[in-house]
């Protein structure tokens, strides 16, 4: 499965064409495992950027609250 196929979001909206297109149904239970990914991933780069100095910014305090939506993601 791809990245491209995943980003579209929305499980039904993705697999049906994908199915259509290629005579295969990707498992959806993937697309949960590929979110949950990515945001750990998202956190872990946050993290490596909050560990390094840095100053109080509107840039920084937007990145702290992605951060916390993100995992509030996870957390549900």
């Known amino acids: 499965m791809t990245t491209e196929l995943v980003s579209l979001g929305d499980p039904e909206r993705a697999v049906t064409p994908y199915r259509d ?5 990707p498992n959806e239970w993937l697309f949960d495992l590929y979110g949950i990914r990515c945001d750990l991933a998202e956190i872990a ?3 490596a950027e909050f ?5 109080d910014t509107e840039d920084g305090r937007k ?3 992605i951060l916390h ?3 509030g993601r ?3």
Do not use: C
């Open 69 to 71: 939506l993100v995992v």
């Open 63 to 65: 990145a702290l609250e």
């Open 51 to 55: 560990r390094k100095p840095h100053e």
């Open 74 to 76: 996870l957390r549900m």
């Open 45 to 47: 780069s946050f993290a």
């Open 21 to 25: 297109a290629t005579g295969t149904a």
